[in-house]
């Protein structure tokens, strides 16, 4: 008799349909589990026959072959255990495969019969969706988890005796009405009304949110760029209920819940510092698990002193900040990770830190200040959309700090959501989203600029030395402030100020020298 059970497994945060075909025949005893299965796959017939004794089963006898199928794609982990079980049952006459086959079974089995879970659930059970599964069968550890995606219904269960109760009783599935990404708002301790001054700052933070655009924070210990770096998701718009499921099934694929916030709409914030290394950034290990830049998809990503970093980690930024995504080969497997965030970086500008403060506060010499910003390359600073100081508040300025109207971030964020719905609007004939994206070939349709801009902008280029990277930067720049200035066309007002937030291109001028940049 062959049965077929149906299940899912996870293959970094991609889940996959796993038919569990079940096959016994008279003859010596015997427990093959074929189709490509890692080691643990394997030790599966194992876990399911002292589960289904503890669980006071009788195992069906003769020589079993358990087949997962499509057998050209490896399988891996613990998530079968629970449809091999089933499969057996049903060879066994406990269960009929036609009551069976609307369900997916995913988990993993105890040698006592309960159910344990497994990670990337939400990954699985999306896929299962998209394969038009709408019923699943799990452990009750990840039953909550589950139940978090819309038009399925998830059961939870303790063992394996409680399958029956779902089967034949009519079970009600998990409940959850955590999900609501537009109730997303910024009730949180983090607001932009809490920095003292740094209104610079502030309109250089709204640019970025608008356009998508990275950036690069320089100034001395203390000014507040760690402060401005954590309430920037705070001015960006929610996630979609789409990118919800997205960023919570790269957290369940790494065994980590999704939070409420996330479940909120409020975008991931990941904050690093200098001594994270190449694998923790971008993943490793084996099996291939995310790293912080793909935990940080669709948010943000706060580096905290850059300068003081390893160069061949802060390299491994390049291409992922172009493409979006993070591709990784370990022991002769290929794992691909999305990748799209905002970088915040903050450094100082030199070892003592107070380079921008003028008034001969630093003590460096030109060479030991170019010798401490260099460990940044320049072709990582280029990708650095937005490159602006963070200079320390005089003490007039904190005590008129609460005499002066300050604009909360929910003040802000409504703006950047109106603009970036401009920018859908805008781009609804091309492959993007956001004033950032923009290529060289578009440049010329959505970049228009007028004589007198443009004649500054070819001056800042002969000054400059400016790669053709910096230039489409400039400009990609400039459309987020015309937007904020409500201009159509680009004018020098945008120019100039786009222009003044490509620090980087000052510090690696054609004249080869460090400048002041105050």
Known sequence: MISTVHSFGVH???????????YVVRGIPEFDVIGLGDASVKESKRRVIAALKNQGYEIPSGRITVNLAPSNVKKEGTSFDLAIAVGLLCAAGVYRVQDTAPYAFIGELSLDGSVRGVHGIMAMILEGRNHGFSNFIVSKENSEEGALIRDV?????????????????????????????????????????????QSAVKRALEIAAIGGHHV???????????????????????????EIYETAAIRSACGLKPSLELLSGVRPFREIRSDITKAGLLGGRIPIMPGELSLAHRGVLFWDEMAESDRMVLDALRIPLENGEVRLSRAGTAQIYPARFQLIGATNPCRCGRHLEGNGAC?????????????????????????????????????????????????IRTRVIALRDLQKERYQQENITLNREITRNMIEKYCPILPAAKHLLMQSIGDLGLSMRSYEKILQIARSVADLNQHSVLTEEDIAEAVSYRRSDRIYSVHGEMEACI
């Open 363 to 411: 003590k460096c010499t030109p060479g030991e200040i170019q010798r401490y910003f260099s460990k940044i390359s320049r072709p990582l600073l280029e990708r650095m959309d937005i490159q602006i100081p963070v200079r320390s508040i005089s003490g007039e300025g904190i005590q008129g700090f609460s005499d002066i109207h300050v604009e909360t971030s929910e003040t």
């Open 216 to 242: 690069l924070m320089l100034g001395m210990a203390g000014v507040g760029k760690t402060m401005l770096a954590r309430r920037f998701p705070t001015i960006l718009p929610p996630l979609t209920e789409d």
């Open 153 to 197: 219904n998830v059961y939870g269960i303790e063992n394996l005796r409680q399958i029956h109760n779902v089967l034949n009783e009519g079970v009600s599935p998990v409940k959850s009405s955590r999900l609501f990404p537009q109730a997303a708002t910024t009730e949180t301790d983090l607001c932009f009304s809490q920095v003292c001054g």
């Open 12 to 22: 970094g945060i991609s889940g996959y349909k796993t038919q569990v075909e079940t």
